[in-house]
């Protein structure tokens, strides 16, 4: 059966082809982190702002708590009064006694509950301080968020224009390739990207370090379009191990 005549492509085309798909998949690959890069700078700020929610809830609380023993203070000195008015009308000495043990009584709580009121209006200076601790901090937070993803984008436009370059100059090597390589060159590329091509490693493929028969290396040192029997990319020679 007589063999179809060995199709010839320049190594040095092959190694440029290898090289332009490495750095467009490197620009895509970088492309493709930007939208991560910029949820990670936005997530600081999300941060930030719970904490803001989370003091102002606690400060909100520690209001209400303030207030409420507030209420409940005014509410037994009104008591405290009523009592020492009944006092005066007494009937009989047990009345009078009872009367004193419950002014006694509420006296002591309403003591108590002052200190109480005394140790939440601390707190609440201390959680009003947090909470402007926590604003100042997600005001910082924004701040570096938007340099940060202005940043972002313009690195992004700078891998847009690079990748468009990249394009540019793949295409034109393609544009060497011979005809009867260039649709199985295409149909390799578009499935695998820059593992459509790999250069000789020793005696093995660079990509998938499949050691390579004689006559494989042979074939590839003619400059005769050779694949990998293992991964059927392309193989080339590097420029370090360089034949002819
Ligand atoms: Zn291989």
């Known amino acids: 059966m007589p063999q179809s005549k060995p199709i010839e492509v320049p190594h040095t085309l092959l190694r440029t082809l290898h090289r ?11 492309i493709g982190r930007v939208p991560r890069q910029i949820k990670a700078a936005e997530a600081l700020v999300t941060t930030a702002k719970a904490a803001v929610d989370a003091a102002k809830e606690e400060l909100k609380k520690a209001r209400l708590n303030a207030d409420e023993k507030q209420l409940q203070l005014q509410s037994r000195e009104a008591h405290v009064e009523q009592l020492q008015a009944k006092l005066n009308t007494a009937g009989s000495n047990k009345e009078f006694n009872l009367l004193k043990d419950q002014i006694a009584a509420d006296v002591q709580a309403n003591s108590v509950q002052s200190d109480e009121i005394l140790e939440t209006l601390e707190q609440i200076d201390v959680l009003g301080g947090k909470l402007s601790a926590a604003e100042a901090e997600l005001e910082q937070q924004e701040k570096q968020c938007s340099q940060r993803v202005a940043e972002i984008h313009e690195k992004q436009e700078r891998l847009n224009e690079n990748l468009a370059k990249v394009n540019e100059q793949l295409a034109t090597a393609e544009a060497e390739l011979p005809a009867s390589v260039k649709s199985d060159y295409l149909r390799l590329t578009a499935s695998r ?4 091509l790999a250069p000789l490693a020793t005696d093995s493929c660079g990509g998938c370090y499949q050691t390579l028969t004689t006559q494989t290396i042979n074939r590839l040192q003619l400059s005769q379009l050779t694949h990998c029997p293992n991964c059927n990319a392309i193989l080339y020679m590097p420029e370090d191990l360089r034949v002819r």
């Open 20 to 30: 332009i798909q490495e750095q467009r998949t490197d620009l895509n690959g970088a």
């Open 193 to 196: 990207g820059d593992e459509a």
